[in-house]
């Protein structure tokens, strides 16, 4: 399977949620907010999932992670991703509304979701990407100690790393040579999920 020459090269993160075919979280009422949602996206037949951070609607990050998923040798059409916590969780701060970390009712109620995710796409393996999808499968982990390791999530095998939110905060005060070795490693994540895939279909 050639992975460069799938790529595809109109991938937008805006259009590709419109095609999404499974909606887990349309009647969720666990956590009583009204929070804006980010809706799942991507192939529901998916080789890869990808559990991304807490749901954010920051642009910069967006079209940063956009950017890596197109830099990457992942077959754009054979992924699913998803948010470790699907709310868009916010706080006032003065008279700003900014984003924060979801709370532990927040993660959980949202766990139940990520499993009927991953047991209805049942792909051969899984992206965790930032703490909070780490810590919905290895609660109290610090995600620094299983930063490029491989874990197994629901019997999947799980590549860790940190979340594109991880690295715009990072950037204020690590280097930009580190904050460059972070990035490759996260792009780095992506490939090998690729070449797992690419190598079974090879097999």
Do not use: W
Request: charged content about 20%; glycine content about 2%.
């Amino acid at each position: 399977m050639n992975l460069e020459s799938s790529h595809n090269e109109n991938f937008d993160l805006d259009s590709l949620s419109s095609s999404l075919q499974v909606n887990l979280i349309e009647n969720c009422n666990d956590c009583n907010t009204n929070y804006s949602k980010q809706l799942y996206y991507g192939n529901s037949n998916a080789n890869i999932l990808i559990i991304n951070d807490n749901a954010t609607n920051d642009k910069d990050i967006l079209e940063y992670f956009n950017t890596l998923l197109e830099m990457s040798e992942m077959n754009l059409n054979d992924i699913f991703i998803i948010n470790a916590v699907s709310c868009i969780t916010t706080r006032k701060d003065k008279e700003k509304i900014i984003q924060r970390i979801p709370s532990k009712k927040e993660c959980n109620g949202c766990k139940c979701f990520l499993n009927q995710a991953i047991k209805i796409v049942n792909p051969r393996i899984i992206i965790s990407l930032g703490a909070t999808a780490l810590n919905q499968f290895i609660p109290n982990s610090n995600l620094l100690e299983y930063i490029n390791t491989t874990q197994v999530f629901n019997g999947i095998p799980t590549l860790i790393n940190y979340s594109i939110k991880d690295l715009f905060n990072l950037c204020s005060y690590k280097t930009l040579d580190e904050i460059d070795e972070i990035s490759s490693s996260i792009l780095n994540t992506l490939n090998n999920a690729a070449k797992y895939i690419q190598g079974g279909a090879n097999e």
